[in-house]
């Protein structure tokens, strides 16, 4: 490999790292998230053009912000904008960043930290839509291109590219703050952030749609993310608890498919797959939400569950009736059908299909889930456990035709054909 591709390459995973930090940087000093985003834009074309000649630097991301503070300077002089603008912009230059090759990284972590605190609770502002701070999140935060989420969420470029567009454009016009909220105003919005990024985490993990079961990098960034989110805001206990969640889940990614891609369920996954290491951070950080009394919080309640699974050595060790006791509490606190069909499932498990089936037939009387095909997929296969096959087979058609996901749709075909033989 030559000079000047090893440089690209570091230069790669330089941007890869720092971009982030530096939107989030560069946002507060213009307060304007589209020119932010362009500013960041041309430090790295400065980087592609001096890097191969002089080395890169000791301390790139430092470099990066002195760049693109400097690209701030020139727009708003070549613009003629407001003379105290330009001064505040290299007022804040001058006292942050005296010299990018020399200055101290760790001086600047507190700064840049909570810069980019406030760009993740910006991108998951509730004015937007859910779907908009999806897709903003991940290109502020995660710094995926509008390909890659096009790509992940199975839509056009343009369809996600009008998001991104739209998002920026409602939190320019409505003049959302660069901040973060305090007080009432921050536990609501602090949810919305979780939200997203278990939003994110869930569509790589069961996939909604598309040929494949699951979407691993969606997984990977929903939990850098809540890596980023735990360094900055350590004693929120459903931060940690969202990020032990996600770890405990993702340590069966490579036991849930088979070499065909096809689904393998919990109860028939070969453990010795699963990651312990990833298993042990999530307990861990199970441990990090106990210690801050933190353990009545909805992920922090569902992280439990999963580690109920993840203790257990083989399914038939799995203390369902526990998980059965978990659901109950979470229900209390988050009411939902779906968390209600969860439990269902954890009380078939700890008691037999005849005492959960009257729980299924009651959320499916209530028509929340009428089409959800998880609620007939559920039913089926408590059916089948009670041997009444035909109407199992007429669930198991009814779950197929609602997914939209070709490896799940094939699966529940299979069941269907299983039980009406």
Same mark, same amino acid.
């Given at each position: ?24 940087? %560069?946002?507060?000093?213009? @307060?304007?998230? +589209?020119?932010?985003?362009? %500013? ?9 053009? !001096? ?12 470099? %990066? ?16 904008? #407001? ?39 910006? +991108? ?23 390909? /890659? ?5 199975? &839509? ?17 016009? &409505? ?14 919005? %602090? ?12 569509? =790589? ?76 951070? =999530? ?10 009394? $933190?353990?009545? $919080? ?16 083989? #399914? ?19 009411? +939902? ?12 498990? &700890? ?18 889930? /009428?089409?959800? !095909? ?24 009814? &779950?197929?035709?609602?997914? @939209? ?17």
């Amino acid at each position: 490999m030559s000079n000047r591709q090893e440089t690209d390459k570091a230069i790669a995973t330089v941007w890869r790292v720092e971009q982030a930090r530096l939107i989030a940087g %560069l946002t507060r000093l213009v @307060r304007d998230i +589209s020119l932010a985003e362009e %500013l960041a834009q041309d430090a790295l074309m400065a980087a592609l053009k !001096h890097w191969p000649e002089t080395g890169v630097p000791r301390n790139p991301g430092a470099w %990066l912000m002195q760049a693109g503070k400097r690209k701030a300077i020139d727009y708003f002089r070549h613009r003629k904008m #407001a003379a105290g603008k330009l001064e505040e912009v290299g007022r804040i230059m001058e006292d942050e960043v005296p010299d990018a090759e020399t200055a101290i990284h760790d001086s600047m972590d507190d700064d840049v930290g909570d810069d980019l605190l406030r760009l993740i609770f910006t +991108s998951c502002h509730p004015i937007l839509p859910a779907e908009s701070r999806v897709a903003l999140t991940l290109r502020l935060i995660g710094g995926l291109t509008t390909e /890659e989420i096009a790509r992940a969420f199975l &839509a056009n470029d343009t369809t996600i590219g009008q998001r991104i567009v739209r998002a920026k454009r409602t939190i320019a016009d &409505a003049g959302v703050p660069y901040e973060v909220p305090r007080g009432e105003e921050r536990a609501e919005r %602090l949810q919305s952030v979780l939200g997203v990024l278990y939003l994110i985490f869930n569509e =790589g993990y069961s996939a909604t749609a598309g040929e494949d079961w699951m979407r691993p990098q969606l997984c990977e960034e929903a939990m850098r993310m809540g890596r980023i989110l735990a360094r900055l805001m350590p004693d929120e206990p459903e931060v940690h608890g969202l990020l032990a969640l996600m770890e405990i889940q993702h340590s069966r990614v490579n036991a849930r498919t088979n070499a065909k891609g096809e689904p393998i369920l919990l109860p028939d996954q070969n453990r010795a797959l699963w990651d312990q290491l990833m298993i042990r951070r =999530g307990l861990a950080g199970l441990d990090r939400v106990n210690a801050l009394n $933190g353990v009545a $919080g909805p992920y922090a309640l569902q992280a439990a569950i999963a580690a109920c699974h993840a203790r257990a050595r083989r #399914a038939g060790d799995t203390d369902w009736r526990r998980i059965a006791s978990l659901y109950a509490v979470l229900v209390e606190i988050m009411p +939902s059908p779906v968390v209600e069909l969860n439990r269902a499932v954890a009380v078939s498990m &700890a008691e037999g299909p005849a005492a959960a089936l009257p729980l299924v037939e009651s959320i499916h009387a209530g028509g929340m889930l /009428e089409n959800y !095909h998880l609620l007939y997929g559920v039913r089926g296969d408590l059916l089948r456990k009670l041997e009444r096959h035909t109407e199992a087979n007429l669930d198991f058609l009814k &779950a197929a035709e609602l997914t @939209r996901n070709e490896r799940e749709k094939a699966y529940l075909l299979g069941r269907a054909a299983e039980v009406a033989a």
